[in-house]
């Protein structure tokens, strides 16, 4: 599995899941179902396993434009504070 999407409306919170393996292949897809406003938007890591530098780099773009990162895997934990 590369990678899975879930969405689920939780008004007023849009929850989005990501598990698998998020690569550069993937991203459009997790942009796909996310709105312009990611003031409400949480993205849920727990299941998360890899990512790459892409990858990366699109969380850290989203959670600087709003969106909560939930259940952060330590890994990426680190590497977005790096």
């Given at each position: 599995?590369?990678v899975?999407i879930?969405?689920e409306?939780?008004?007023?919170?849009?929850v989005?899941?990501i598990?698998?393996?998020?690569?550069?292949?993937?991203?459009?897809?997790?942009?796909s179902?996310?709105?312009?406003?990611?003031?409400?938007t949480?993205?849920?890591l727990?299941?998360?396993?890899?990512?790459d530098?892409?990858?990366?780099?699109?969380?850290?773009?989203l959670?600087?434009?709003g969106?909560?990162?939930?259940?952060?895997?330590?890994?990426?934990?680190?590497?977005?504070?790096?």
């Amino acid at each position: 599995m590369t990678v899975r999407i879930i969405v689920e409306e939780t008004r007023p919170r849009l929850v989005v899941r990501i598990e698998g393996r998020l690569t550069a292949d993937e991203v459009g897809e997790l942009a796909s179902v996310l709105g312009e406003d990611l003031g409400n938007t949480d993205l849920d890591l727990a299941e998360l396993r890899a990512f790459d530098s892409v990858a990366l780099a699109v969380l850290r773009r989203l959670h600087a434009r709003g969106a909560m990162l939930l259940n952060v895997p330590p890994r990426l934990s680190f590497d977005l504070e790096a």
